[in-house]
């Protein structure tokens, strides 16, 4: 029987995103949440589950666990042989995948509506019954290794990100990436795996989403019926995060066989929710998006110290980083490239940004949400994300006007606020010829 906490609530925003995104919502007896989202455009079903642990959660010493559970996850369960999760998704013509980040690991399957029982089966069995063998241990670390090698440690610029991590948030779980340190791993014992899997892939630290066309009245009976068995594990208590603010300037060096200069210039930026966190993300977008961007203009076009240019800010659950970068042309000395970096970042900090400049990073904004929420994993995710990082799902309702409120003062403000050299953690990459 599922305890009803919320029922047929809709939630509705007066900006111009042309469809409300209505939900209903209630947590199982056994704590698992879950989100309904239905969508009869095409007779199709997204089904997602978020499981609140990233690599933020592990310990100093045994990083990488979340991630490797993205892959172990697939390993097998009581009903579900190895790697036959796939087979039956892709046996119906369906589409399936795992990632994981700082703060969550998500499991997502798109397949036709007729095949809802089969989606839901398939999680509900992983969450009862993963086997946590070291068998599935040992074989999946050499696949994990591998992947570490391809995409960073033998990859051009690879590294960039797990070093701005550590440099920006030395101390704290935010330190290190979630593909994690490969020793770790490999002095795991297999109960050091085991205790974390039965720590955070337990119904209270997951929340189910289901999207598109479905009954409710067959959906809210078979989630019942696969996970309404699951017991909940024990009450899930987290790492106290404490990230140190940077008074001076950090600085290092990588040298490789890359092809061109590159220098990063991260700071720590806000959290998920906090009031800075949308005028960040809108600076990012000033900064880069589109020929005519502040360092796309100034460095690649007039310039030309540089030949691509980045800005992004990513808000965590905890902390946030804002990262920007500049892969220096032909010729130029990556310090030039630095200066030039740093002299437009210090026009906004003094002079700010124009109304026209805020704008076009708004249609930005709308845009990509239209686009993302035309799709129903697009949907599902953002439900997932802020019920369980902002607390509220209804805040999916909210995003353009809580973006729309964001003043050319307010970007100004965080600019001088958040990006200080002397609060920086400056990357070079040079080139080894």
Known sequence: MIHQLREDRGYRTSSPIPATIDFVQYRHRNGLDVLLHEDHKAPIVHVLVWYHVGSKDEAFDRTGFAHLFEHMMFQGSENVGKTEHFTYVQGVGGTLNATTGQDRTNYFQTVPREHLAMALWLEADRMRSLKVTGENFRNQLSVVKEERKQRYDNAPYG?????LLDML?????????????????????????????????????ATLVVCGDF???????????????????????????????????????????????????????????????????????????????????????????????????????????????????????VDVAEQALWNELEKIRRDGVTVLELQAALNHIRTSFV?????????????????????????????????????????????????RPESSAVLHYVSEK
């Not at 590294?159 to 070093?163: A, K, P, Q, V």
């Not at 490999?186 to 337990?202: I, K, T």
């Not at 996970?227 to 140190?244: C, D, H, K, L, Q």
């Not at 607390?391 to 307010?410: K, P, Q, S, W, Y």
Request: hydrophobic share 40%; charged share 15%.
């Open 159 to 163: 590294l960039w990100y797990m070093t």
């Open 215 to 333: 009954d409710r009245d067959e959906a809210d009976r078979l989630i019942d019926e696969y996970f309404g068995s699951i017991p909940a594990g024990p009450v899930v208590t987290r790492n106290e995060i404490m990230v140190a603010p940077i008074t001076s300037q950090r600085r290092r060096t990588i040298a490789g066989r890359i092809p061109l200069h590159a220098v990063y210039a991260g700071f720590q930026g806000a959290p998920i929710g906090h009031c800075d966190s949308h005028a960040l993300s809108l600076l990012s977008l000033i900064l880069h998006c589109g020929r005519s961007s502040r360092l796309q203009r100034s460095l690649v076009y007039e310039q030309q110290v540089a030949q691509s240019v980045g800005a992004f800010n990513i808000d965590m659950e905890r902390a946030g980083m804002f990262i920007t970068l500049a892969m220096a042309s032909e010729g130029t000395p």
């Open 371 to 419: 686009t993302s929420f035309c799709k129903l994993q697009g949907v599902a995710d953002a439900l997932a994300y802020h019920h369980v990082l902002r607390g509220d799902a209804a805040h999916i309702n909210d995003l353009f006007d809580e973006f729309a409120a964001v003043t050319t003062d307010d970007v100004q403000r965080v600019a001088e606020m958040y990006l």
């Open 169 to 205: 948030f030395q101390g704290s779980g935010y330190a290190w990436g979630p593909i994690g340190n490969m020793d770790h791993l490999d002095a795991a014992p297999l109960n050091a795996v085991q205790a974390f899997h039965s720590s955070y892939y337990v119904p209270n630290n």
